[in-house]
């Protein structure tokens, strides 16, 4: 197996085998990329069949349109567009569900609050094994509003910018960045709650 | 100065560095001075870095045994149209 690990060299050289036809070049640009995919789906859809259907949709519609993928940009960040658009086509098909569309708007006016404020352990991500740190973590991104939720997923896991959030999601920036805000310090508040040193507050800075 | 509620609305930007030099100073100057805001602005760097640091999970070995099923069969029937 050629070394994905990081190397965008390794990774255009994937990329070109693949499109002349090389099956094994495209299933080791899948195994480096499926968890990220289905975690994307999973936060978008919320629901284990939904993701794994997003998955390989995705995968396989990224497979057909390959010779359209321009080469000078990220394989990833060009995977990450079809899968979103995949899992938001998804969401608008379950009509049935209390599903809110992602590009409505949404009450960001109401105050931003900070309730918990309290200085956190020194790498408190250390104190979690690994497991246990990605099921709170993704825990905590599903307790958002879908309208937080995907903003973030998108902004500050996938790494995307403000632009192609917005453009993907069909929101103006301003949306984007007011819901980026929300959904960072609600998060921000849902990790304090474990993440923060014990027997110590603020009022100790006072 | 700014108040707690003005800090926030541009903690954000703030973290992302977009915000113009002027209103960067006057959030530098309220946390300098606001504790609280001080440990927001920390944790919230703080909650955006640990979702940065943390891989995926790996997938359930039976959603990639399909995956890899249905990639199979879609380069097999790629491989007989362009056979053909």
Redesign the interface.
């Known amino acids: 197996m050629t070394t994905t690990e990081t190397g965008t060299f390794d990774e255009a050289e994937l990329v070109r085998r693949a499109k002349s036809?090389d099956?094994s070049a495209?299933?080791e640009l899948?195994?480096k990329y499926?968890?990220?995919v289905?975690?994307l789906a999973k936060n978008i859809t919320q629901n284990d069949e939904d993701a794994?259907d997003v998955?390989?949709d995705a995968?396989?519609k990224a497979?057909?349109h390959l010779d359209n993928f321009q080469e000078q940009s990220k394989f990833y960040t060009w995977l990450v567009r079809i899968a979103v658009n995949e899992a938001l086509m998804r969401l608008r098909k379950r009509k049935t569900d209390r599903t809110v569309p992602l590009d409505e708007p949404v009450d960001t006016g109401e105050?931003?609050?900070?309730r918990e404020?309290?200085?956190?352990e020194d790498d408190?991500?250390q104190r979690y094994e690994?497991?246990e740190?990605?099921r709170i973590?993704?825990e905590s991104?599903q307790s958002l509003k879908p309208a937080f939720r995907t903003v973030f997923q998108l902004r500050?896991?996938e790494?995307l910018s403000t632009e192609e959030t917005a453009e993907l999601l069909g929101l103006s920036i301003p949306a984007v960045?007011s819901r980026?805000?929300r959904a960072?310090?609600q998060?921000?508040e849902k990790?304090?709650r474990l993440?923060k040193r014990k027997g110590e507050d603020?009022f100790a800075?006072? | 100065m700014l108040t707690c509620k003005e800090f926030l609305q541009e903690i954000s930007d703030f973290l992302d560095e977009n915000v113009d030099q002027e209103l960067r100073q006057k959030l530098e100057a309220h946390i300098s001075q606001c504790p609280n805001c001080f440990v927001i602005l920390d944790t919230t760097k703080k909650t955006i870095q640990v979702y940065k640091g943390v891989d995926a999970q790996p997938i359930p070995s039976d959603v990639h045994q399909r995956l890899m099923l249905a990639i199979e069969k879609k380069c097999a029937a790629r491989r007989q149209t362009s056979a053909s």
């Open positions: 036809g099956t495209y299933s899948v195994t499926e968890g990220k289905f975690r794994e998955l390989q995968f396989l497979y057909e105050e931003t609050v900070a404020i309290a200085v956190w408190p991500e690994k497991t740190l990605r973590l993704d991104v500050d896991i790494e960045k980026l805000l960072r310090l998060l921000r990790l304090t993440f603020v800075y006072l």
